[in-house]
């Protein structure tokens, strides 16, 4: 039941992500046009822009998540063989719940990833790593090598930029 209301949040927050135009979008006056082609002192959002507009292919193309939607989908994507402990678009935090392979039982592996930026970088995504061992019917916490947490970022990066080549593309 879990899985469906997160999957039915998912496909709402990703609707939700619909770049259309109205009437009312459009500047009319002389000033709306240059505040449009140069941008604000202050921004649409609060941010501080002064040489222009925001680049809404790095920032995610435009969507209405907190966070870039390259890297949080692509996040998805590499931890999809996991299962979902919880998932915050907006604030850009992934939780994995503990998931133990089959082909090396008594060690699980657990994974939080923070996205941390609405631009597509490399120090955008923060993945942190938990393992533990079966010791005697206890679970044991186990010191996890950084390469891991590090590969996996490197793989979430390298989905987020194919999936930025692809809309491109498009």
């Known amino acids: 039941m879990r899985r469906i209301l997160l999957a039915c949040g998912l496909l709402l927050a990703f609707s939700a992500c619909s770049d259309t135009k109205t009437e009312l979008d459009v500047p009319q006056s002389q000033i709306e046009k240059r505040q449009v082609r140069n941008g604000s002192l202050t921004g649409d959002d609060g941010g501080f822009t002064l040489l222009g507009r925001k680049n809404t292919e790095t920032e995610g193309g435009g969507s209405g998540l907190g966070v870039n939607s390259f890297l949080w989908r692509s996040t998805l994507d590499t931890l999809s063989f996991m299962p979902l402990a919880s998932a915050d678009p907006f604030g850009g935090v992934i939780i994995t719940d503990w998931y133990e ?13 923070l996205i941390l930026d609405k631009t597509l970088r490399a120090d955008g995504v923060k993945v942190t790593v938990f393992k533990q061992k079966l010791d005697r019917g ?33």
């Open 138 to 170: 206890t679970w044991r916490d186990q010191k996890v090598d950084d390469k891991m947490q590090l590969s996996l970022e490197d793989t979430i990066l390298t989905r987020a930029r194919q999936l930025r080549v692809q809309q491109i593309k498009q």
């Open 101 to 113: 392979d089959p082909k090396n039982p008594g060690e699980r592996f657990k994974v939080n990833a």
